[in-house]
């Protein structure tokens, strides 16, 4: 019942642009988040919205990286603009863990995205 993809991932040059996509069966009802894991480093918080859309973002990506979501398709998006080497990982989506306004990590994950931006 609880199952999230991710697509949209694939190498781009530095300076290019990606879109990623998460689907998941009931987001109008829960915080959302994307995490990345880059090769030998722990999984960290990319961005983050709450139930009434107000998101936060690492200070890494703030500027450069969009989250958004549309409920009529149940599906959440990052938008990910001048895109650097050090962005390069895999890509999770995560649903909160509460049925709340606020954003909680849960064990809710995706597959995961792998996204490359190198020359």
């Known amino acids: 019942q609880v199952h999230l993809v991710e697509s949209g991932g694939g190498w781009v040059q530095p300076g290019g642009s990606l879109r990623l996509s998460c689907t998941d069966s009931d987001i109008a009802s829960y915080a959302m988040a994307w995490y990345r894991q880059a090769p030998g480093k722990q999984r960290e918080l990319v961005a983050s919205?709450?139930?009434?859309?107000?998101?936060n973002y690492a200070a890494s990506v703030k500027g450069r990286f969009t989250l958004s979501r549309d409920f009529a398709k149940n599906t959440v998006f990052l938008q990910m603009n001048s895109l650097e080497p050090q962005d390069t990982g895999v890509y999770y989506c995560?649903?909160?863990?509460?049925?709340?306004?606020?954003?909680?990590?849960?064990?809710?994950w995706g597959q995961g995205t792998q996204v490359t931006v190198s020359s």
């Open positions: 919205i709450t139930r009434g859309d107000t998101t």
């Open positions: 995560n649903r909160g863990k509460y049925p709340t306004n606020d954003y909680y990590a849960s064990d809710y």
